[in-house]
């Protein structure tokens, strides 16, 4: 079976290929091709790559291009992992945003829409290379914000674009991890869009283990969302919300503490990460090593500043540390679909009527079945008043994006910023456009 990973230079693609070289069943992937815009970071991630299969037989073969198309031809799943503006456009999203007080972090609020603006256009054009090189393929999309490019991706591919994220997977492994119940026997109950969603509830053999856990303070505050919240609100929301809505419900201490950091987020990563590439390209240096090093800090310091923001010190607990999760969650999809092994898993499909405030065509993050024919969503508990208002408006919002993408309107992104719940002000929304698009050069396109 043949893999394409888009974004092949990406740092976090030995993850995928460390879960490759451990999948020895039948049906497994033989031939892996990485393609990316830029030639040296493929060589440096496929330097990486070859010494993770140093010691491992039968390893799947690597093939590195700069040519979609031809990376294209004969794939059976394409893995989209792109980051368009990489990492200097990241850290400059989060920048203009915090000059004009308001998040920015990379797929929430005005940090997510710049990125949206940027990353939507690319997305549609590879879905089109898609649908006419490798007609058959299956798209996994990794690239954020991870709903609204699938939602951009299947007007294009239809239901063979399906999103994945592992914030969800994280968030019920640990819930389940304090209940003391083995994740592979719950089922998490959990809806929202991607990076706005709400646990509601965790059944193993038709019981709901929730209620103990919201009863209990020291189960509460023995894990990451319980410390990021606090039992408080977690017993007044009846929900475990996903990591990212902390940038909605503590929005100010979160700004506050991205303003008073050295660096914020996409700053620290693209200093940290450059360095990575510059030491793996060195003759003489074992480049899997200088990877497992950089890993090992970008996970310690994920969400760090939010946890500062609400005076959580205890850092991230030694389970978290080790990544585990989209890639897991990608490979257990690719096996479900293609060897029509039935999986669930939570993921980014079209909605449907699963939660009925919003059109089928909306992409949502739910729990779904999976078989060769693709992924289904099944139903869920439904949503709460405020949950689904959060939900309406955030979908809003991608929906501006969509048109501004397809039109090239300037009025129509900064309606995107406007209607945005962490975006205050109209005048706001104008002033954070000029900016974004004197910044980044992907944005000329809104000139209409």
């Known amino acids: 079976m043949r893999l394409t990973i888009l974004g092949g230079g990406g740092f976090r693609v030995p993850l995928v290929y460390r879960a490759l070289l451990a999948d020895r069943a039948e049906g497994r992937v033989t031939d892996v091709v990485l393609h990316d815009v830029e030639a040296d970071r493929l060589r440096a991630i496929a330097r990486v790559l070859a010494d993770q299969a140093e010691a491992v037989p ?88 991870a709903g609204l490019v699938t939602e951009a991706m299947a007007r294009v591919l239809g239901e063979r674009v399906i999103g ?25 109950d959990y809806a929202g869009l991607n990076h706005l969603g709400w646990l509601q509830g965790l059944r193993v053999g038709g019981h709901d283990l929730l209620p103990r856990l919201m009863a209990d303070t020291e189960l509460l505050g023995s894990f990451e969302e319980g410390r990021l919240f606090g039992a408080e609100w977690l017993r007044s929301l009846g929900a ?38 510059e030491e793996a390209a060195r003759p003489g240096v074992k480049a899997l090593d200088a990877w497992l090093r950089t890993l090992a800090d970008r996970e310690a310091t994920y969400m760090a500043a939010n946890r500062t923001a609400v005076g ?16 897991q969650v990608a490979l257990a999809l690719m096996r479900a679909i293609a060897r ?29 079945h999976v078989n ?3 992924a289904h969503p099944v139903a869920v508990s439904p949503l709460p ?6 939900v309406a408006a955030v979908k ?23 209607l945005h719940p962490l975006v205050d002000s109209v005048a706001v929304a104008r002033r954070l456009l000029d900016a974004y698009t004197a910044e980044h050069r992907e944005l000329a396109y809104l000139s209409r």
């Not at 969800?168 to 089922?187: E, I, K, N, T």
């Not at 039935?342 to 993050?365: F, Q, W, Y």
Request: include cysteine; charged fraction near 25%; glycine fraction near 10%.
């Open 240 to 277: 475990v919300p996903n990591e990212y809505l902390h940038y909605y419900y503590f929005g100010r201490e979160t700004v506050r503490a991205y303003r008073d950091a050295v660096r914020t987020r996409g700053a620290y990563l693209r200093d940290q990460q450059a360095g990575f590439y």
């Open 58 to 145: 039968d390893a799947p073969s690597l093939t590195v291009t700069t040519d979609l198309d031809e990376a294209l031809r004969g794939a059976d799943f394409v893995f989209s992992a792109l980051r368009v503006g990489g990492l200097a456009g990241r850290a400059a999203d989060e920048r203009i945003a915090l000059a004009e007080g308001v998040v920015g972090q990379e797929t929430v609020g005005a940090g997510g829409i710049a990125y949206g603006l940027r990353t939507v256009p690319v997305a549609m054009d590879i879905a089109r290379r898609v649908a006419a090189v490798a007609p058959d393929a299956w798209v996994i999309n990794f690239t954020n914000p």
């Open 396 to 418: 809003a919002v991608e929906r501006e994006v969509l048109a501004a993408a397809e039109s090239g309107s300037r009025e129509t992104a900064v309606k995107a910023f406007a």
């Open 340 to 368: 029509n092994q039935r999986a669930t898993l939570i993921l980014n499909v079209r909605n449907g009527s699963t939660l009925p405030v919003l059109d089928a065509d909306a992409v949502v993050e739910v729990p779904c």
């Open 164 to 188: 994945i994220c592992d914030s969800p997977v994280g968030l019920g492994r640990r819930v389940a991890r304090v209940l003391g119940v083995d994740p592979a026997d719950a089922w998490v």
């Open 372 to 374: 060769a024919d693709g």
């Open 312 to 327: 959580d010190s205890e850092g991230r607990a030694d389970e978290d540390l080790e990544p585990g999760g989209y890639e």
């Open 385 to 390: 008043y405020h949950a689904v208002g959060l």
